[in-house]
């Protein structure tokens, strides 16, 4: 078993994403790209982007601090501490309107065999 405090790693993230050219950082935490579920923590400045990009799968985001918007084509909806995102099942991205972090859950889809 492993006890992670996510609080500490959105701070530590969210330093390293000030510290950087690109406003953002992030660490997988569980699972990994060959792995079905895949969680990762990301430290996002303000304004920092993740520009539009396709689903792999179901996932979600999980506002572990800050504000941020999530948005997939005309749609957008806003979240702040402790806010729940489900990210629809088409291209989207996501932006920080005030230095946050947030925890993305993704479960890929599977290839039929």
């Known amino acids: 078993m492993q006890k992670l405090s996510l609080d500490a790693l959105a ?4 330093d390293q994403a000030a510290g950087g050219t690109s406003g953002r950082a992030a660490r997988t935490v569980l699972g990994g790209h060959e ?4 969680q990762t923590v990301i430290g996002l400045v303000k304004d920092a982007e ?3 990009h396709a689903n ?10 800050g504000r ?10 806003e979240g702040r501490n402790g806010d729940l995102l489900i990210v629809p099942e088409e291209p ?3 932006q920080a309107l005030e230095d946050a972090a947030v925890l993305l859950t993704v479960a890929k889809h599977r290839d039929p065999a």
Do not use: F, I
């Not at 701070?11 to 969210?14: A, F, G, I, N, P």
């Not at 792995?35 to 895949?38: E, F, I, P, Q």
């Not at 792999?56 to 601090?65: F, K, N, Q, R, W």
């Not at 941020?68 to 909806?77: D, F, K, M, N, S």
């Open 35 to 38: 792995k079905t579920l895949r």
């Open 50 to 52: 993740l520009t539009e």
């Open 92 to 94: 989207h991205s996501l």
């Open 68 to 77: 941020v918007v999530l948005t997939a084509g005309a749609q957008t909806w």
């Open 56 to 65: 792999p799968g179901e996932a979600s985001v999980y506002v572990l601090s």
């Open 11 to 14: 701070r530590e993230l969210r």
